[in-house]
């Protein structure tokens, strides 16, 4: 498994932004497919956005669509997430994920065999 280190989470007031980030201690970064998940309290872990290993293409959950944009820079091994326009519903640990040239879909549907980071806590106060 891949080791993946999150950064960049803490307090926002409704209306402002955050940009996660994470890190990946691994050669051949270009090859895994990356995800953000997010969790609150009391919920289940929740598909929030992807970019795939080949090509890039992206996606993302339908509550964080035209706010929230994924990122990724295979030289320095790093996945980004810009979260614009932040709401209180945001609230969560927002978790990395990184599977070896998996598509975007087994990631979602097969979380237990994703790589995980150990989760930074975006608080959105309103």
């Known amino acids: 498994q891949v080791p993946l280190v999150e950064s960049g989470g803490g307090l926002v007031q409704a209306g402002g932004s955050l940009r996660l980030s994470c890190a990946a201690s691994?050669?051949?970064?270009?090859?895994?497919?990356m995800a953000w998940f997010r969790q609150s309290p009391g919920k289940e872990r929740e598909f929030v956005a992807a970019i795939s290993w080949k090509g890039g293409a992206t996606y993302y959950a339908d509550s964080v669509k035209g706010r929230f944009s994924i990122s990724r820079d295979d030289v320095v091994a790093q996945m980004y997430l810009q979260m614009n326009a932040l709401k209180p519903e945001d609230t969560a640990v927002y978790f990395c994920?990184?599977?070896?040239?998996?598509?975007?879909?087994?990631?979602?549907?097969?979380?237990?065999?994703?790589?995980w980071g150990q989760g930074t806590q975006v608080t959105v106060s309103s």
């Open positions: 691994t050669l051949g970064f270009g090859s895994y497919a």
């Open positions: 994920a990184a599977r070896f040239r998996s598509t975007v879909r087994d990631m979602v549907r097969d979380i237990d065999s994703n790589a």
